[in-house]
C-alpha cells in the first residue's frame, strides 16, 4: 500500500503600500492614499499587505479591520525602524513598536509580526556604499552588542504587550545588509524572541547571492519572506557608477518579479516542500510617483502563478 502524500500547502500571497511608493524615508513625491492601494492591491488578485508608515492607514483599530474586511485582506505586518546601534534610541523605539503592535492586534489579533530594522538610510557610509558593503564598514564588537540587545528588548516588550512577535528585516543602507551581518544578528539575538524576516532583492544586491542557498542557512530563523527581485544590469551600473541606495531605486535596482535574476520558481518549490507556514509578501519599491505600481502589481502576481503560487 503506497503511503498518502499531502499535497503541498498553497502560499498565501500579499503586496507591501511600499510597492506603491510607500516608504519609510522622507522623500519627495507624494504617494497614493490606503483606500486606492488597498483596492488597487485587491484588484490585482492578493490577499494580504502590510500596515506602511504609522498613519497611512487608520490608526483606530475599528476602522483599520473595517477597511481590511472590506476588501477581504489580512494584516500581515508593520515595519518599524530603529536606530539600534545607539541605545538612547532603544526606549522610543520600544515605544513605537508597540504601539504598532497593539494597533494590528486589536484590529487582526495574533497573525502580524513587527518586522524590525535598522534606521536604514541614516548613516551616510551605508547609504553610499548599498550594495558595495565590505567587511571595513561593520560595527564594532560594542556597537553589536548595543545593537543586539536592542533588537531583542524591543522584540520582548512586543511579545509581553501584545503577544505578537517580531522578525528583523536585513536591509540595504543600514547596519544588517550582507551575508555575514544577518548571520552575526541572528548568533546574537534570542531565537524565542526575534525571527528573520528574509528579502529576496535586499540578499541579493546586499552582495548575499543566491537567496536560496542563504534560505536554506537560515530557515529555521525565518518566520516571513518579502519577493522581491533584483535587476543584475542596475546592480552592475550601481557598482560601477558608485550610486547611493536611492540612486540604485531609483533606477529601478528592485525590478518586477521575473526581469532579475533570482529564481523564484525554485524558492516557492523549496518553501513549499519544507511547508512553510507563513505567507509571502511581494514588494517591489518603488519611489513615490515612480511607474505604474497597479500594472506591476498584476504582472507580479501573473508571475508568481506560474511560480505555482
Same mark, same amino acid.
Given at each position: 500500500?503506497?503511503?498518502?502524500?499531502?499535497?503541498?500547502? &498553497?502560499?498565501?500571497?500579499?503586496?507591501?503600500?511600499?510597492?506603491?511608493?510607500?516608504?519609510?524615508?522622507?522623500?519627495? @513625491?507624494? #504617494?497614493?492614499?490606503?483606500?486606492?492601494?488597498?483596492?488597487?492591491?485587491? #484588484?490585482?488578485?492578493?490577499?494580504?499587505?502590510?500596515?506602511?508608515?504609522?498613519?497611512?492607514?487608520?490608526?483606530?483599530?475599528?476602522?483599520?479591520? %473595517?477597511?481590511?474586511? +472590506?476588501?477581504?485582506?489580512?494584516?500581515?505586518?508593520?515595519?518599524?525602524?530603529?536606530?539600534?546601534?545607539?541605545?538612547?534610541?532603544?526606549?522610543? @523605539?520600544?515605544? %513605537?513598536?508597540?504601539?504598532?503592535?497593539?494597533?494590528?492586534?486589536?484590529?487582526?489579533?495574533?497573525?502580524?509580526?513587527?518586522?524590525?530594522?535598522?534606521?536604514?538610510?541614516?548613516?551616510? +557610509?551605508?547609504? /553610499?556604499?548599498?550594495?558595495?558593503?565590505?567587511?571595513?564598514?561593520?560595527?564594532?564588537?560594542?556597537?553589536?552588542?548595543?545593537? &543586539?540587545?536592542?533588537?531583542?528588548?524591543?522584540?520582548?516588550?512586543?511579545?509581553?504587550? +501584545?503577544?505578537?512577535?517580531?522578525?528583523?528585516?536585513?536591509?540595504?543602507? @543600514?547596519?544588517?545588509? +550582507?551575508? !555575514?551581518?544577518?548571520?552575526?544578528?541572528? /548568533?546574537?539575538?534570542?531565537? /524565542?524572541?526575534?525571527?528573520?524576516?528574509?528579502?529576496?532583492?535586499?540578499?541579493? *544586491?546586499?552582495?548575499?547571492?543566491?537567496?536560496?542557498? #542563504?534560505?536554506?542557512?537560515?530557515?529555521?530563523?525565518? !518566520?516571513?519572506?518579502?519577493?522581491?527581485?533584483?535587476?543584475?544590469?542596475?546592480?552592475?551600473? &550601481?557598482?560601477?557608477?558608485? !550610486?547611493?541606495? *536611492?540612486?540604485?531605486?531609483?533606477?529601478?535596482?528592485?525590478?518586477?518579479? @521575473?526581469?532579475?535574476?533570482?529564481? *523564484?520558481?525554485?524558492?516557492?518549490?523549496?518553501?513549499?516542500?519544507?511547508?512553510? $507556514?507563513? !505567507?509571502?509578501?511581494?514588494?517591489?519599491?518603488?519611489?513615490?510617483?515612480?511607474?505604474? $505600481?497597479?500594472?506591476?502589481?498584476?504582472?507580479?502576481?501573473?508571475?508568481?502563478?506560474?511560480?505555482?503560487?
Amino acid at each position: 500500500m503506497k503511503p498518502v502524500v499531502k499535497p503541498a500547502r &498553497s502560499i498565501p500571497v500579499a503586496n507591501a503600500p511600499c510597492s506603491w511608493g510607500v516608504l519609510e524615508f522622507d522623500l519627495p @513625491g507624494k #504617494a497614493l492614499g490606503y483606500a486606492q492601494v488597498l483596492d488597487e492591491i485587491k #484588484a490585482t488578485g492578493y490577499t494580504g499587505t502590510e500596515l506602511g508608515d504609522w498613519g497611512f492607514m487608520p490608526t483606530d483599530p475599528k476602522v483599520l479591520r %473595517r477597511e481590511l474586511q +472590506t476588501r477581504e485582506l489580512a494584516l500581515l505586518g508593520a515595519f518599524v525602524p530603529v536606530a539600534f546601534a545607539r541605545e538612547s534610541a532603544h526606549a522610543d @523605539g520600544e515605544a %513605537r513598536a508597540v504601539k504598532t503592535a497593539r494597533l494590528m492586534a486589536e484590529a487582526m489579533g495574533p497573525l502580524p509580526f513587527i518586522v524590525l530594522a535598522d534606521d536604514n538610510g541614516q548613516d551616510a +557610509t551605508r547609504t /553610499k556604499l548599498a550594495g558595495r558593503i565590505r567587511s571595513e564598514h561593520r560595527l564594532s564588537k560594542q556597537k553589536w552588542e548595543t545593537f &543586539s540587545k536592542g533588537v531583542d528588548r524591543v522584540a520582548e516588550a512586543v511579545r509581553r504587550q +501584545t503577544g505578537l512577535r517580531s522578525v528583523f528585516h536585513h536591509h540595504c543602507a @543600514g547596519f544588517v545588509e +550582507t551575508p !555575514w551581518e544577518i548571520e552575526q544578528l541572528m /548568533k546574537l539575538t534570542d531565537p /524565542k524572541l526575534v525571527g528573520l524576516c528574509f528579502d529576496t532583492g535586499h540578499f541579493r *544586491f546586499g552582495g548575499g547571492g543566491d537567496p536560496l542557498r #542563504a534560505y536554506r542557512q537560515f530557515k529555521e530563523r525565518i !518566520w516571513h519572506v518579502h519577493f522581491k527581485d533584483c535587476s543584475p544590469q542596475v546592480d552592475e551600473q &550601481s557598482r560601477r557608477n558608485e !550610486w547611493d541606495y *536611492f540612486a540604485s531605486l531609483k533606477h529601478g535596482i528592485f525590478c518586477e518579479l @521575473g526581469r532579475g535574476d533570482i529564481d *523564484f520558481k525554485a524558492f516557492a518549490a523549496e518553501l513549499q516542500r519544507d511547508g512553510y $507556514p507563513g !505567507w509571502i509578501v511581494v514588494e517591489q519599491d518603488v519611489l513615490p510617483g515612480m511607474g505604474a $505600481p497597479q500594472e506591476f502589481a498584476r504582472r507580479n502576481r501573473e508571475f508568481l502563478r506560474h511560480c505555482h503560487l
